[in-house]
């Protein structure tokens, strides 16, 4: 920590400030430069799309992670902050988006997790529950202290996870999309305890996709773009016109919808297709959905998070099990196939999480290219080592990956190659359909223009292409047919010359007046 | 989001990569040098040690656990663990030793003497079926590889116990009569003065080196044992490769088996007692990484001759076998660290051969998987 009295720079009324923050991971700048100032006692929100790098910058000022470089600015101090318990000691704690809960614990232990109550002689669990029970009680859900988290909804558990951040009796309050998963009523509950907490000198951030849920609630806006900040201004000065402009910025040009090609027969048909949520609880994630794909066609799904998006594309591909519905190509029902039979048919997928379900890390960039079309290189038994380099030498030309060669490991690429790796070696089996979860996802705006010429090509030449996405700017490019999907359902349909404010109502995002 | 050149710059070797080479090379055929540490130092401190006499007899030592080591590698690539192979082994011996001394049809009131090739047959078919039911277990039913074949390792054991009373069968002569003999050939005869053992033992490595490098199947193994997931959606049969490699593991335990019955002329219940160890550290001596994915025949017949090649030699200097067994454990935690090491600077020098995803990603994506090495193939 730096002597305070003689770099303290002048920060007004922010409690706590962020200056100069970078934040690199490898070669991705998350962050490039940003201020940011949480008012004393009142509600900032932080606007931003997927990716734009607000998770992060709320990470760096709740201790989780260290920033590359830059200053944090604690009442006027430079602090660094060695953990998240350390930034819990000074009084700033964090509600994550994702929930960080100990399913096998109940809801007392989860609330008290890392900072347990003592007695002399062991842990003062009669306090622990009496507490516990306080904070459901302002909280206004009548969840008993005892219940085991994983026998809560999921609206439940993040009402166990606000709880947990307000027994802290924090000065400062980070919420990451605290309402996502809750319903309106939990909402109200909520934005009165925020209410009541601002009253009481506590100062909030708040980051949510629901935006006009957002503006009700805050006192200043701060929008974040591709990791530097676009705007800041007072809620009361601002509307939701302002906030999606900043948000989404400039079209960068991710290019048009190809023309010049008719569209082929239906290529891919969706028929009232039902997919029961992976966790148990019963709840259709995708709910009798009907699309039709026809060849040389490229549909966007567009949808916030939880919309259904990944499910429903899984489902098709044969990653998910259906609950009801099926899916032909051409016309031939592939619902009871393998994954690599609707491959061998020309049904293939480029998963969401690249790492997680996309890549081989311990091979090389040629044989993750050539891992779906091994087939294409074998002779009889064996594989014919100078067929495979021709196709993977053809793949890397094709999807114009930058890389050293095919024997370059695959760790050793950009994300927006490695993504083009993955596309790459779904495309090098000939497919029909191409089923693609936000292919933007992580990648630079760059790489992104290339995927998505390299998306309209093929289609050109008669692929059908579905990509889904969270950004309307990738919307507005290359696809020929727009589908807002919400919670489980198409919501609207729109053709390419569809309004970013009519996708983001129709996704229920904001309702643009 | 990317900065391309940033990316760029990491990828490139920086400038302590040079000065580095020898330790590099080192570290990268640590199994080898070893192996040559080994065999000089045991050759200076015994006069009997550097013979092609000792040196043939030390190689059917190691073929017992090489031919188990070749079988564990294939199902450590796939990201699991075979504890059940020193039992199978032991299983697989006595099954021999019962069928060799004749198998008596009492409805029929004939005694049937199957010829020895047979008996082979039968002993590695019983291997593979132990493996299917390691297989069908962890694929199938999703029990922890670790677990199910702690189960099988202790069910095969009883049965081995069960079939002998905990006796051993010591007649696998056969009689020139009933046609029955050459058991012994296994564990006797030379091929160019070399024992059969080790003729096996190569033989089952090469097949397993083309299989792992020229065969679809081999990068099957190579592609779900390093991503599951990805492997799976890439059209791999991931259930298919399961099983097959506990399939392949356990055929090796079984022929292992009868090698090691046929060297000892007997056939107990209790042989092969902890060598599914051995083999998972000649595999991990090796340079595989037991996260799956990492790893080669080449790395783990060296960790194989590591391993019988110490050992041996500790018994010719007549060192007591309780330090020999610390010994063992050193050099096994040793590969182990080494392997760490190696994990730590490929991550870091990403030019290298091989390379853990680097740190671009981590900002999107889980904490990358923390495999702890490899060998380059």
């Known amino acids: ?513 | 989001m990317t900065d391309v050149s940033q990316a760029r710059k990491q990828s490139s070797p920086s400038a302590r990569g040079e000065g580095f080479d020898l330790a590099k090379l080192l570290l990268e055929g640590r199994a080898f040098f070893a192996l040559i540490v080994i065999i000089v130092v045991f050759s200076i401190l015994s006069p009997y040690y550097l013979s092609v006499a000792n040196f043939l007899t030390m190689a059917s030592h190691v073929a017992i656990f090489g031919i188990l080591a070749v079988g564990m590698l294939l199902v450590i690539l796939n990201g699991g663990i075979d504890l059940s192979v020193g039992s199978t082994l032991g299983l697989a011996g006595v099954v021999a030793g019962f069928l060799m001394q004749g198998v008596t049809l009492t409805w029929l009131g004939v005694v049937l003497y199957p010829p020895v090739w047979v008996v082979a047959v039968i002993a590695c078919m019983l291997g593979a079926g132990v493996g299917l039911i390691n297989g069908v277990l962890i694929a199938r039913f999703k029990v922890p590889a670790f677990v199910a074949t702690l189960g099988v390792m202790y069910m095969a054991r009883g049965l081995a116990l069960l079939m002998t009373s905990g006796l051993t069968y010591n007649n696998l002569g056969g009689k020139p009569e009933l046609g029955n003999t050459g058991f012994d050939a296994l564990g006797f005869n030379r091929l160019f003065g070399v024992p059969t053992g080790v003729v096996v033992l190569a033989v089952i490595a090469l097949i397993g080196s083309i299989v792992l490098n020229r065969t679809a199947f081999g990068r099957w193994l190579y592609a779900s044992g390093g991503n599951e997931r990805a492997a799976e959606l890439s059209g791999v049969p991931v259930k298919t490769v399961q099983v097959s490699v506990y399939v392949l593991s356990g055929i090796c335990a079984a022929i292992a088996g009868l090698i090691l019955s046929s060297q000892l002329t007997s056939a107990g219940p209790t042989a092969g007692t902890t060598y599914e160890l051995t083999a998972i550290a000649a595999v991990v001596i090796g340079g595989a990484a037991l996260t799956g994915g990492r790893g080669n025949i080449r790395g783990t017949l060296l960790g194989a001759f590591v391993i019988g090649f110490l050992s041996d030699g500790l018994v010719i200097i007549g060192i007591s076998s309780y330090w020999q067994t610390v010994f063992t454990g050193a050099v096994i935690v040793l590969a182990v660290l080494l392997n760490a090491v190696q994990y730590r600077r490929r991550s870091k020098l990403p030019s290298s051969t091989g390379g853990q995803p680097t740190s671009q990603q981590r900002g999107k994506a889980e904490p990358a998987n923390p495999a702890q090495g490899k060998t380059a193939r």
């Open chain 1, 1 to 513: 920590m730096k002597p305070a009295a003689e770099t303290a720079p002048a920060t007004g009324d922010a409690v706590l400030s962020a200056r100069n923050i970078v934040m690199s991971y490898g070669g991705v700048h998350a962050l490039k430069g940003v201020n940011f100032d949480i008012h004393r006692g009142k509600v900032t929100t932080l606007f931003g799309e997927n990716g734009a790098g607000k998770s992060t910058l709320m990470k760096i000022l709740s201790g989780v992670v260290t920033p590359t470089s830059g200053d944090i600015v604690l009442d006027g101090n430079f602090v660094s902050f060695s953990s998240s318990s350390d930034a819990r000691d000074r009084g700033i704690s964090i509600i994550h988006q994702e929930l960080s809960l100990a399913p096998n614990l109940s809801v007392r232990d989860n609330i008290f997790m890392g900072r347990e109550l003592r007695t002399r002689t062991g842990l003062d669990f009669a306090e622990e529950s009496r507490q516990a029970r306080a904070l459901m009680a302002d909280l206004e859900e009548d969840i008993d202290p005892m219940t085991l988290v994983e026998d809560l909804r999921l609206g439940q558990q993040q009402i166990v996870e606000i709880a947990r951040a307000l027994s802290v009796d924090s000065r400062i309050l980070i919420m990451d999309e605290p309402t996502s998963a809750l319903s309106a009523t939990e909402v109200e509950v909520l934005f009165k305890v925020i209410r009541d907490l601002t009253s009481r000198g506590v100062s909030i951030v708040y980051i949510s996709h629901h935006l006009e849920e957002a503006l009700q609630i805050t006192d200043y806006a701060v929008v974040l773009r591709d990791g530097a900040i676009t705007a800041t201004a007072e809620a009361r000065d601002i509307d939701l016109e302002w906030i999606v402009r900043n948000m989404v910025g400039e079209n960068f040009d991710l290019g048009s919808p190809p023309t010049g090609h008719e569209f082929g027969e239906v290529a891919l048909s969706i028929e009232d297709v039902s997919v029961i949520d992976a966790s148990g609880s019963g709840y259709s994630v995708v709910d009798h959905l009907s699309l039709d794909v026809r060849a040389g066609e490229i549909v966007c799904i567009y949808g916030l998070m939880g919309a259904g998006r990944t499910e429903l594309l899984e489902a098709v591909a044969g990653r998910m099990p259906m609950a009801g519905g099926r899916a032909l190509l051409e016309g031939e029902d592939v619902s009871r196939l393998s994954i690599a039979q609707r491959i061998a048919k020309g049904l293939v997928l480029v998963p969401e999480d690249r790492q997680r379900d996309g890549l081989v890390q311990t091979m090389t960039v040629g044989r993750n290219l050539s891992l779906a079309s091994i087939e294409a290189f074998a002779k009889g038994l064996f594989l014919s080592r100078s067929r495979e380099r021709e196709l993977v030498e053809d793949s890397i030309r094709k999807v114009t990956v930058k890389t050293a060669g095919g024997n370059a490991m695959i760790g050793s690429l950009s994300g927006g190659n490695q993504q083009k790796v993955v596309i790459g070696k779904m495309l090098t089996t000939n497919p029909k359909v191409i089923l693609l979860d936000e292919p933007s996802r992580g990648i630079d705006v760059g790489a992104k223009a290339e995927v998505f010429r390299l998306l309209s090509e093929r289609a050109a030449q008669g692929l059908a292409v579905v990509f889904s996405t969270s950004e309307v700017n990738e919307c507005l490019s290359i696809a020929h047919r727009i589908v807002v999907m919400r919670r489980g359902r198409i919501s609207a349909e729109f053709g390419a010359s569809a309004t970013k404010e009519q996708i983001m109502a129709a996704s229920g995002e904001a309702v643009v007046a």
